[in-house]
């Protein structure tokens, strides 16, 4: 098991790889969430906007 880990001496390479992967897909899936969330929020208020215009 420990030479699976070890990875010939590429350790260090591997593991740090796939944690700078893991950590990116976080960061893209949080930003993506909360941009979102923004647009989401403002074409609400637009529509509400709109709505109000349109009714006078």
Excluded: H, P, T
Aim: aromatic content about 24%.
């Amino acid at each position: 098991m420990q030479e699976f880990f070890s990875m010939g001496g590429y350790a260090f390479y591997v593991w740090s790889s796939f944690g700078f992967s893991i950590a990116g897909l976080i960061y893209l899936y949080l930003a993506s969430k909360s941009s979102f969330k923004k647009k989401f929020n403002e074409v609400s208020i637009w529509q509400i906007r709109e709505n109000k215009r349109v009714d006078k």
